[in-house]
């Protein structure tokens, strides 16, 4: 490729291919996710991923908010602001919060343990504490890009569907609401935020740009199922080699 090709932006629907071959890195591709789906996972490590991605799943509508309250468009806004009613329900729809903590209490988990936040390790709020900070710092359009891991969430919520009942009988059926919700969902979050990044980033070095966000956001995804890792398969929590008790903050910085 010429130096001034490499320089070309990409086409709408080569950039579009260039975005959905970041799936390649999608969490869903992780060690402890593929044991999750293959049913090798310890109810233990399904009780942490559980309160673990609680922090994820609340402070998803704090950085919509952050998002919104950095964007001028009204139109962007009046379509965004679906997915916060979304997490944090609204009128007589519970949300996708209620649905996690539903998870929680089917995989036994109590929902005080699960919102006292006492599992959530320090690389878990770490990650997800960057991605929040990420999208009150940026522009609205490289916030809302950074969503775009939505392009791959569909099949992950399906696997786990497929697979989990099979695997894991003693699940509560009533927990798998929130993936059922997300099928739906997401799929039509990710038009909207598609076709955000596709109109925005338009010369080559945007693009670029657009793609490294992309990677970060991957990146948030897949450092917490390290920690995970860390502490439920490899059994090495922090501050294993001092206590086994769970001094690590609890969110004070916030």
Not at 15 to 39: C, D, R, S
Not at 155 to 160: A, K, L, M, T, V
Not at 221 to 234: F, G, I, K, N, V
Request: glycine share 4%.
């Amino acid at each position: 490729m010429s130096c001034s090709a490499a320089h070309q932006p990409l086409s709408r629907d080569d950039f579009a291919a260039a975005l959905q071959a970041k799936g390649a890195f999608y969490h869903i591709h992780h060690p402890f996710h593929v044991a999750m789906y293959e049913g090798r996972a310890t109810p233990e490590q399904l009780r942490g991923w559980v309160a673990n991605r609680f922090y994820y799943q609340i402070m998803i509508p704090v950085k919509d908010a952050a998002i919104l309250a950095n964007c001028p468009d009204r139109d962007t806004r009046r379509h965004w602001v679906q997915r916060i009613l979304d997490h944090d329900g609204y009128a007589d729809a519970e949300g996708g919060i209620e649905a996690w903590l539903r998870l929680g209490e089917a995989v036994g988990l109590s929902r005080e343990e699960i919102l006292s936040q006492q599992h959530v390790l320090p690389g878990v709020r770490f990650a997800v504490d960057a991605y929040v900070n990420f999208a009150r710092r940026a522009n609205w359009q490289e916030a809302a890009s950074s969503s775009l891991t939505e392009l791959f969430a569909p099949h992950i919520h399906q696997s786990r569907l497929d697979s989990w009942p099979s695997h894991y009988p003693w699940i509560k059926a009533e927990g798998y609401q929130y993936f059922r919700n997300r099928l739906t969902e997401a799929r039509r979050d990710v038009q909207h935020g598609l076709q955000i990044t596709l109109d925005h980033y338009v010369t080559r070095e945007q693009q670029e740009r657009m793609l490294e966000i992309l990677q970060f956001k991957l990146d948030v995804l897949w450092s917490m199922l390290d920690a995970m890792t860390l502490a439920y398969e490899l059994e090495r929590p922090p501050y294993h080699n001092l206590t086994r008790e769970q001094v690590y903050h609890k969110g004070l910085f916030r």
